[in-house]
């Protein structure tokens, strides 16, 4: 069984904000992208901390049945990306995160409150 976006988009943030991830930021991309309905994007203070919250993340996705499809970064930790299908999860180490600045890049997206 399928996890709904919104839901999946729910337990990303959670398990997110358990490793206590850093300015965390939830992007509506419906009607602006074809790649996903939404992006979260956060960030990590250490290469540990990032993987800690790629790893929860990946927990309890899995736990409520969502597919995870592909994982790219976490030995190097600095930007991973995570493609759970209908949500995309972007964790950054700090300094990355600053210099790419995607939340710039897809500006037309609204943020999403209250997740």
Not at 20 to 35: H, P, Q
Request: some cysteine; proline content about 1%; aromatic content about 6%.
């Amino acid at each position: 069984m399928a996890v709904a976006p919104n839901e999946l988009l729910r337990i990303a943030v959670a398990a997110a904000e358990d490793k206590k991830a850093m300015n965390l930021v939830t992007l509506d991309l419906k009607g602006v992208s074809l790649i996903a309905d939404y992006f979260v994007i956060c960030h990590g203070n250490s290469d540990t901390q990032v993987q800690a919250i790629v790893t929860e993340i990946r927990k309890q996705a899995q736990e409520a049945g969502a597919t995870i499809r592909g994982i790219e970064g976490l030995n190097s930790a600095r930007w991973v990306l995570m493609d759970l299908g209908d949500v995309v999860v972007h964790v950054f180490h700090r300094d990355e995160r600053e210099y790419y600045n995607i939340e710039r890049l897809w500006s037309d997206a609204k943020v999403v409150e209250n997740v």
